[in-house]
């Protein structure tokens, strides 16, 4: 089955910028899709198609793409962004919906 | 504002059945085609059902073909989850969840998720 590969987890300090990715084999064709999930809350759309983003997401949330590798860009992390990061996109078909296993920022 | 409510989770046998519940407000719950995305405990999420805006094309994961069946009532502004045969590794919080376009599958590919709700927890043990 496909998969998207994101690291365990990223660790930065306040002000910094955090830089977390998601690869797999079809993400040069497919969109990519970013989500944050605070522990025990529902997700939350950061990111569509590669770079755009909801009117209500901060503009320090960034996605961009190159190849099989796309990037969610947090600039200027703040305390309240420690939470999990998931990107998603489309199987090799286009049809079904995939995750990737998330990310768990740590503010340190 | 716009919100989904899931309902119907509970703890149930294996085996057994359930049926999920969506409820929504604050769009039109007709032009949108919908999902359900479940979260085992301290795991990622899992894409495993969509429905078109109108009912008419229904897609599933593996996981959960031919034990799972999505449906919706648009007159109703509700999405169900009816799952049968369920297993241990079923246990997690389903969410329901909007997505910004009326269609799934071919037509539209690669789909997102713009709204979800709050989830409900179905845990199946003995």
């Known amino acids: 089955s496909y998969e998207l590969t994101q690291p365990p987890s990223v660790s930065v300090s306040p002000g910094q910028t955090a830089r977390i990715t998601c690869s797999g084999d079809a993400l040069a064709k497919q969109y990519t899709h970013w989500y944050q999930q605070r522990p025990g809350q529902a997700p939350i759309l950061l990111i569509f198609?590669?770079?755009e983003r909801p009117s209500a997401i901060p503009e320090r949330f960034s996605g961009t793409s190159s190849g099989t590798t796309v990037t969610l860009t947090i600039s200027g992390v703040q305390a309240e962004d420690e939470a999990d990061y998931l990107c998603?996109?489309?199987?090799?078909?286009?049809?079904?919906?995939?995750f990737g296993g998330g990310t768990q920022l740590t503010v340190l | 504002e716009v919100q989904l409510l899931e309902s119907g989770g509970n703890l149930v046998q294996p085996g057994g059945s359930l049926r999920l519940s969506c409820a929504v407000s604050?769009?039109?719950?007709?032009?949108?085609?919908m999902s359900w995305v479940r979260q085992a405990p301290g795991k990622g999420l899992e894409w495993i059902t969509g429905?078109?805006?109108?009912?008419?094309?229904?897609l599933y994961a593996d996981s959960v073909k031919g034990r799972f069946t999505v449906s919706r009532d648009n007159s109703e502004n509700r999405l169900f989850l009816q799952m049968s045969s369920l297993r241990a590794e079923d246990t997690a919080v389903f969410y329901c969840a909007r997505s910004p376009r009326y269609c799934i599958g071919e037509a539209c590919s690669n789909n997102w998720f713009d709204r979800w709700g709050q989830g409900t927890l179905v845990t199946v043990s003995s």
């Open positions: 198609k590669d770079s």
């Open positions: 998603q996109s489309a199987d090799l078909s286009g049809v079904f919906p995939v």
């Open positions: 429905i078109s805006a109108g009912g008419n094309k229904t």
């Open positions: 604050g769009f039109t719950f007709g032009g949108y085609a």
